[in-house]
């Protein structure tokens, strides 16, 4: 199904377009950024590289511009690198050109158009905890989403000190380690209480774009609060250019590791990931998120085999037999695959 709705342009909008598509190339004012926040149709950008020629003295890397994009843009998310003119009397800027984007987040909204969430993450952390009890379904998705934006998912199971008292826990984290040892992904513990691990988890996501993803209460604040202790501060930037002061209702923000230097990364706090639905997706699609699973993709007897657990000649259940898949992996891939179904139904 094409997604794509057809509609006949008015002469005064095939013109808008047109002018639009042609002032585009950078004449030296310039400036380049990466959106930091944005909010409908307002986005902040951070100056990363000045312009060649200055239009304004006072103007430096790190200041934040309060923007707006040409029409003609995709639509942009936090984490996009951005080129944009600066209305110097008005103070605001206008985002002129989106460079090359590294990954891409996305998820369908309800009228069935993809989304940008986040852009040129390198790193999604996905939090899980003895309390609340971890839910896998969940872990599982969001290891999907990494897959298939092409991003590293790096586990990170949080308050380590409730361990003693969830020896349940200790062992999903065991059973994700040995598949994160065969398919390439990190699972690491921490702990904000007794300050474990935090240095490790710094060093994964040092000097790149993470996203810290997870079930409500497994610690993600806590988490971004001890690796960023200016974080809080940075949430009330006044705009610069703008002089429009402190934000308010932004949807998504960047916090960067160093405040002027968004070169060193940052972590993008954004409820967009948390609304990550399924429904577009098809069974192969989800496939890639088990990576174990896919390993074994065609091998059923039958070709249109339901992975059921008593599906005659199934691969997954003769390898969970075998001892070398779990079971509630192929579990959760078959809930996953169902809900897929339901929403596309
Ligand atoms: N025991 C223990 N408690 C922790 C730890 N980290 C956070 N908590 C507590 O867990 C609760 C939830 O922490 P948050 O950081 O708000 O969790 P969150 O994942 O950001 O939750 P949402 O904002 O709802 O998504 C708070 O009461 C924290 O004090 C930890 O390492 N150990
Ligand atoms: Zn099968």
């Known amino acids: 199904m094409s997604l794509i709705r057809k509609r006949k342009l008015t002469k005064n909008q095939t013109r808008q377009i ?3 598509q042609e002032a585009i190339t950078d004449d ?16 902040d950008v951070q100056i990363t590289v000045l312009p060649q020629i200055m239009p304004k003295a006072s103007l430096t890397v790190g200041q934040i511009w ?6 003609n843009l995709p639509m942009l998310t936090t984490g996009d690198v951005v080129k944009f003119s600066l209305d110097d009397i008005a103070g605001t800027g206008r985002i002129e050109q989106l460079l090359p984007r590294t990954t891409l987040i996305t998820r369908p909204d309800r009228y069935h158009k993809v989304k940008p969430v986040a852009s040129n993450v390198a790193i999604l952390v996905i939090v899980f905890a003895p309390l609340p009890k971890p839910a896998t379904g969940l872990i599982d998705r969001y290891i999907l989403v990494a897959r298939l934006s092409n991003i590293r998912p790096l586990l990170v199971l949080n308050k380590a000190d409730l361990l003693d008292e969830h020896p349940e826990v200790v062992q999903i984290y065991q059973e994700y380690q040995s598949l994160g040892r065969r398919y390439g992904f990190d699972v690491i513990q921490s702990s904000g209480v007794d300050m474990m691990g935090l240095d490790t988890l710094k060093s994964h996501i040092e000097g790149r774009l993470a996203i810290f993803a997870g079930q409500s209460g497994v610690g993600k604040s806590s988490l971004i609060n001890h690796i960023l202790p200016h974080a809080k501060q940075s949430t009330n930037i006044i705009s610069v250019g703008s002089q429009l002061g402190q934000h308010t209702t932004t949807t998504s923000r960047l916090l960067a590791y160093d405040m002027g230097d968004l070169t060193k990364g940052g972590i993008i706090d954004t409820p967009g990931i948390r609304e990550y639905g399924i429904w577009h997706l098809s069974a192969d ?8 699973l896919n390993d074994l993709h065609g091998a059923c007897q039958f070709r249109d085999c339901s992975h059921a657990p008593n599906a005659k000649g199934c691969a997954f259940w003769q390898a969970v037999a075998d001892g070398v898949v779990l079971s509630w992996r192929v579990e959760n891939f078959n809930e996953m695959v169902a809900e897929a179904k339901q929403g596309q139904a």
């Open 18 to 20: 047109k002018k639009n």
């Open 28 to 43: 030296g004012t310039f400036a380049t950024g990466v959106v930091v926040s944005h909010f409908g149709k307002q986005l």
């Open 66 to 71: 309060r923007c707006h994009a040409r029409t």
């Open 285 to 292: 699609d989800i496939l890639k998120g088990f990576d174990e």
